[in-house]
């Protein structure tokens, strides 16, 4: 578990290297893909599926990268981008152009069905994170705005 923790925490922080985030802000992106990584991980143990755990673990990067953003006064897409980094499926995406070119189609179909059901429960979990502050938000402005 060690590991996966370290090894998700420097994928992260490396990619933020590639893509120049500010220097104070890659120690946060690297936490930001490791806890959800550490989410992904925790719930495909725990037998869950990989699109349903990719979808909750986008979901808690964006819903921390929101924090992050307001609290250390950052864009957001800084800490999402950099967080989602471990939950891409290349490996499997590669697999599946692998079994393209060895004419096993069937395989290859399989593969990037569930790369393209990965992608897009990343996707709509960014959304639904995003959809959440608003609702949020507008709750917190409408209180405010009542008390």
């Not at 420097?10 to 946060?28: M, R």
């Not at 957001?76 to 692998?98: H, K, N, Q, S």
């Not at 502050?133 to 405010?144: D, F, K």
């Given at each position: 578990?060690?590991?996966?923790?370290?090894t998700s925490?420097?994928?992260?922080?490396?990619?933020?290297?590639?893509?120049?985030?500010?220097?104070q802000?890659?120690?946060?992106?690297?936490?930001?893909?490791?806890?959800?990584?550490?989410?992904?991980?925790?719930l495909?143990?725990?037998?869950?599926?990989?699109?349903?755990?990719?979808f909750?673990?986008?979901f808690?990067i964006?819903?921390?990268?929101?924090?992050?953003?307001r609290?250390?006064?950052?864009?957001?897409?800084?800490?999402?981008?950099?967080?989602?980094?471990p939950?891409?499926?290349g490996?499997?995406?590669y697999?599946?152009m692998?079994?393209?070119?060895?004419?096993?189609?069937?395989?290859?179909?399989?593969?990037?069905a569930?790369v393209?059901?990965?992608?897009?429960a990343?996707?709509?979990?960014?959304?639904?994170?995003?959809?959440?502050?608003?609702?949020?938000?507008?709750?917190?402005?409408?209180?405010?705005?009542?008390?």
């Amino acid at each position: 578990m060690l590991a996966q923790l370290v090894t998700s925490f420097i994928a992260t922080s490396g990619f933020g290297i590639i893509f120049n985030v500010p220097k104070q802000a890659l120690i946060k992106c690297g936490f930001v893909g490791m806890v959800g990584w550490l989410i992904y991980y925790y719930l495909v143990e725990q037998t869950m599926d990989s699109v349903p755990a990719s979808f909750i673990a986008a979901f808690f990067i964006a819903v921390i990268s929101h924090v992050f953003a307001r609290k250390y006064k950052t864009p957001v897409i800084i800490f999402t981008v950099g967080g989602i980094i471990p939950l891409v499926p290349g490996g499997l995406a590669y697999d599946a152009m692998r079994y393209f070119v060895l004419n096993d189609y069937n395989m290859a179909i399989q593969l990037a069905a569930k790369v393209l059901m990965i992608a897009g429960a990343i996707a709509i979990g960014i959304v639904f994170s995003e959809v959440f502050n608003q609702v949020y938000r507008n709750i917190m402005v409408h209180l405010r705005k009542n008390a």
